[in-house]
C-alpha cells in the first residue's frame, strides 16, 4: 500500500471515531480493514474490561470506558461510542444507541440502563450519583449515593445536555440542548431548560 494511501486510511479512522455512523456506510474494501481494526479494539477492551460487546457495534480507540468486576459495560448490536467519551460501569447500552463524541457516562452505582434506539449528543453528561452536602463536613468526607438513570427506547439527548441522578425519561422523550434535566419524565415529551421543564407532547 501507498503513503498516501496509508495516510488516507489513518485520516478515514479519525473520520469515524468522530462520525462513527459512518462505519455502517463503509464500501467492501474499506469495511475489510475496518472490521479488523475494530475487531482488535473490541477483544482488547474485553480482555482489560469488564466489557461485553452482543453483534457488530463500532466503539472508537480513542473512548475511555473503565468497567471493573461488578460494574459491567454491555453494549448491544449496532451502537455506537465515538472519541473522547468516558464510560464508567455500570452502564447497559441497548441496540442501535448512538453516544456521540466528548460524552461522559457515570453509572455510580445503581447503574445507567439506555434503551434501544436512544441518540446521545455531543459534550451529553448523565452521571448516576451525587455527593452528599450537610453542613457538619466538608463535602469531600460525606460520600456519594447512588439511585441510578433509565433512558427509555427512541430517547435523543441534544448536545451539552446534562442528566442527573434518579432521573427516567420514558420512551420517547427529546431534550432540548444545553438542557439539565433533575426529574423524570412520562413517554414522548419534549423537554428543554435548565432545570428542564416540558415544552409539548411529542
Not at 25 to 49: I, V
Request: charged share 20%.
Amino acid at each position: 500500500m501507498s503513503d498516501a494511501a496509508l495516510k488516507y486510511r489513518e485520516q478515514h479512522k479519525q473520520r469515524l471515531n468522530y462520525m462513527p455512523w459512518l462505519y455502517w456506510r463503509l464500501k467492501p474494501a474499506q469495511r475489510k480493514w475496518a472490521d479488523t481494526w475494530q475487531q482488535q479494539w473490541q477483544d482488547y477492551l474485553k480482555a482489560m474490561e469488564t466489557v461485553h460487546i452482543e453483534g457488530q457495534c463500532f466503539i472508537s480507540p480513542e473512548a475511555k470506558l473503565f468497567a471493573e468486576p461488578g460494574r459491567a459495560i454491555r453494549i448491544a448490536e449496532g451502537s455506537f461510542i465515538a472519541a473522547n467519551c468516558v464510560l464508567h460501569g455500570p452502564i447497559e447500552i441497548g441496540k442501535n444507541v448512538g453516544i456521540n463524541h466528548h460524552a461522559h457516562l457515570d453509572g455510580g452505582k445503581k447503574g445507567i440502563h439506555i434503551g434501544d434506539n436512544c441518540r446521545i449528543a455531543a459534550h451529553s453528561s448523565i452521571i448516576a450519583f451525587n455527593h452528599r452536602y450537610d453542613m457538619d463536613m466538608p463535602i469531600s468526607e460525606q460520600g456519594i449515593y447512588s439511585e441510578g438513570i433509565n433512558l427509555g427506547q427512541d430517547v435523543w439527548l441534544g448536545a451539552h445536555t446534562g442528566i442527573t441522578d434518579g432521573v427516567t425519561l420514558g420512551d420517547g422523550c427529546v431534550v432540548g440542548m444545553r438542557s439539565v434535566v433533575t426529574q423524570s419524565f412520562e413517554a414522548k415529551k419534549v423537554i428543554a431548560g435548565n432545570p428542564a421543564r416540558i415544552i409539548k407532547d411529542r
